[in-house]
């Protein structure tokens, strides 16, 4: 993986007395930095305190298959394994996030594809977002489940997209300056056109823990929880919007 392609946005702020500040940004020539081993995924990367060294952590994923790279600075990373999650949700996943607590635990939000059986097209996918944590740096995982799923009668079987057919996915993270609530944007692929596109959901980082079915996506100038659906034929329930 290629960062930054050659160049750097930079971000310029003047701060006059009692001036509010209004950013600008230029781009600039920036060496080139490439990442080991194949990356189909966002580099979620942490610095943290390894035996008395600092560290840089990135988690990477390949083809559903999450790996972790560390090293002293962003341009002497190296592979290290590929990562355990206990228990394995199934299918893909690609941990496209990390919030590292106070305490030193990693959370790790990621995108998970399921075959998509459900149209008979089991070469196509169905999205979903779930949520790991891990108490050695990224190492080994314990899943914490699937927070987020597509609406009921969303997905779009028939659809000439040859690698999705509904779900949400392809997410990012933010945690607010004060710690109090998780925000994830989140890419819709619903089969209704108005529903298409990124959305805003929240948690309350309190929930971090136990995240399953306390979502709330924003919608409508509100935030509306999560929906418990459910499940058919024996499957266990599910949290959708």
Same mark, same amino acid.
């Given at each position: ?14 701060? &006059? ?16 930095? $490439? ?40 341009? =002497? ?5 590929? $990562? ?7 299918? &893909? ?9 106070? &305490?030193?635990?990693? /959370?790790?939000? /990621?995108?998970?594809?399921? %075959? ?7 070469? !196509?996918?169905?999205? !979903? ?9 990224? =190492? ?15 997905? %779009? ?8 057919? &509904? ?21 819709? /692929? ?5 529903? !298409? ?18 979502? %709330? ?20 329930? =599910?949290?959708?919007?």
């Amino acid at each position: 993986m290629t960062f930054a392609a050659g160049w750097c946005l930079t971000a310029l702020v003047s701060l &006059g007395a009692q001036q509010i500040a209004v950013p600008t940004a230029r781009v600039v020539r920036a060496p080139r930095l $490439v990442l080991p081993g194949e990356i189909d995924s966002n580099s979620p990367m942490s610095w943290d305190l390894v035996e008395g060294t600092w560290t840089l952590s990135a988690m990477v994923s390949w083809a559903g298959i999450p790996a972790l790279l560390s090293g002293p600075g962003l341009d =002497r990373m190296e592979r290290r394994d590929s $990562v355990t999650i206990t228990p394995h949700p199934g299918h &893909g996943i690609w941990i496209e996030a990390v919030i590292a607590d106070d &305490g030193g635990a990693w /959370y790790g939000y /990621y995108h998970h594809e399921v %075959a998509g059986d459900v149209c008979g097209a089991p070469l !196509q996918s169905i999205l !979903q977002i779930g949520s790991a944590r891990s108490f050695d740096h990224g =190492r080994t995982w314990q899943d914490l489940g699937i927070m987020l799923e597509g609406p009921p009668g969303s997905v %779009a079987c028939g659809t000439n997209n040859r690698y999705v057919a &509904g779900g949400v996915g392809d997410l990012s993270v933010m945690l607010d300056p004060g710690h109090q609530d998780l925000f994830l944007f989140v890419s819709q /692929y619903s089969r209704d056109r108005s529903a !298409q596109g990124v959305a805003v959901a929240r948690m309350a980082w309190a929930d971090r823990d136990a995240p399953v079915g306390r979502v %709330a996506m924003w919608r409508d100038g509100a935030w509306l929880p999560a929906q418990r659906v459910a499940g058919a034929d024996g499957e266990p329930e =599910r949290w959708a919007y």
